[in-house]
């Protein structure tokens, strides 16, 4: 008996063992994607902080004023009282 190639279970076998080298591949790339992705945000987390910590850090220098909304006017409320 001679065989011209692979059996039909051979075959079969071989396709699986593909199809599950594909997905352990792709399952590498996206946890290496999810990796990028949490540094990314950490990172911008971090540079919020920072960027937080610098502008109080130059409202307290007087180098910038604070916004409108930073402001607190002492006595504000008395005047609201005398007003009524």
Do not use: F, N, W
């Amino acid at each position: 008996m001679y065989s011209c190639g692979p059996s039909a279970k051979e075959k079969e076998e071989k396709r699986i063992q593909d199809s599950i080298r594909v997905a352990d591949s792709i399952g590498l790339i996206q946890q290496e994607q999810q990796r990028i992705t949490d540094s990314i945000t950490k990172a911008r987390e971090a540079k919020k902080i920072t960027d937080s910590i610098a502008h109080q850090d130059s409202i307290k220098k007087h180098l910038i004023k604070p916004k409108k909304a930073e402001i607190k006017k002492p006595g504000s409320k008395k005047k609201e009282a005398k007003k009524k």
